[in-house]
């Protein structure tokens, strides 16, 4: 069975940081991971970071030379280092893999930037 789970997400103070995990199984493999995507509360869900090719990566401006992406294809995982976080980091993190079009999503970790 094709699935994503993200982990890595908790509770942290501004300034800090934190290392998500995507882990991909079944017929998904990481380098069909293409990215990270957020949703604030009360917002619509949002692009973070991707891979652009399988060596370049791209950032949303409002995290770039915060936040760096990259995977294990070993161990079939894709991680968002996220540092400095700042309160408009909170959200919920999801990564995304399309496998023959077809887009598939993990559950999501639950990031909280509170001092």
């Known amino acids: 069975q094709a699935q994503l789970v993200e982990s890595g997400g908790g509770l942290v103070q501004p300034g800090g940081s934190l290392r998500l995990s995507c882990q991909a199984s079944?017929?998904?493999?990481?380098?069909?991971?293409t990215g990270w995507y957020r949703q604030a509360p009360g917002k619509q869900r949002e692009w973070v970071a991707g891979?652009?090719?399988?060596?370049?990566?791209n950032y949303a401006d409002s995290v770039k030379g915060r936040f760096t992406i990259s995977r294990d294809n070993v161990k079939n995982t894709v991680y968002l280092q996220m540092n400095s976080l700042k309160f408009e980091d909170t959200g919920v993190y999801y990564c995304?893999?399309?496998?023959?079009?077809?887009?598939?999503w993990g559950q999501g970790t639950q990031v909280t930037v509170s001092s």
């Open positions: 079944g017929s998904i493999f990481s380098h069909y991971v």
């Open positions: 891979f652009m090719t399988s060596t370049t990566t």
């Open positions: 995304k893999a399309v496998v023959s079009m077809t887009a598939y």
